[in-house]
C-alpha cells in the first residue's frame, strides 16, 4: 500500500512540475467535456417532399439539428468556464501555473460546483466524479 501511495504522490508532484502548452490544456477541456458528434447527412433531395414520410423526417432532423446545436453550446460554454478557472488558478497559483495540476484543479472546480448538492463534504469527494475520471491523465499511469 505505501509503494502504491508514493508512486501515486510522486506522479501528482510530477504533475504540479511539468508545463503545458495551450493546445494541451485545449486537449484536456475537450476530453472533459466533448462535442457531440456530428449526424451524417444524407441527401433527400430526388425524394417527393410532399411525402408524409419525408415531411416528418425532415421535421424529426430540424429537432434533432437543435438538440446537437444545444449540447454542443452547453461543452463550449463548459470548456470557456473551465478555461476561466484555469486562468484564474494560474494567477492565484503562479509556481504551479500552466501545469496538469491547473487544469486537472480547473476541471475539478468545474465538476464540483456544477454537480454538488451544496454540502461541501459531499462535493469534494462525489461530486463530478465521472467528469474527472474521464479525462485523459497520462501522469498518473503507472
Not at 424529426?60 to 468556464?81: C, G, I
Request: some cysteine; hydrophobic content about 40%; aromatic content about 12%.
Amino acid at each position: 500500500m505505501l509503494k502504491t501511495q508514493d508512486s501515486i504522490i510522486a506522479r501528482l508532484d510530477q504533475m504540479t512540475k511539468t508545463k503545458i502548452s495551450a493546445k494541451q490544456v485545449e486537449a484536456i477541456f475537450a476530453a472533459a467535456y466533448p462535442f457531440p458528434p456530428e449526424a451524417k447527412v444524407v441527401d433527400l433531395t430526388a425524394f417527393d417532399e410532399n411525402e408524409p414520410w419525408l415531411q416528418q423526417l425532415t421535421e424529426n432532423n430540424a429537432k434533432s439539428l437543435a438538440h446537437f446545436t444545444y449540447v454542443r453550446d452547453r461543452a463550449q460554454t463548459r470548456r470557456n468556464a473551465v478555461a476561466e478557472l484555469f486562468g484564474k488558478f494560474n494567477d492565484q497559483f503562479p509556481e504551479t501555473a500552466n501545469t496538469p495540476w491547473a487544469a486537472w484543479n480547473a476541471v475539478c472546480e468545474l465538476a464540483d460546483w456544477r454537480d454538488g448538492n451544496g454540502d461541501a463534504d459531499y462535493s469534494a469527494l462525489l461530486a463530478g466524479a465521472q467528469r474527472k475520471s474521464t479525462w485523459p491523465m497520462p501522469w498518473l499511469q503507472p
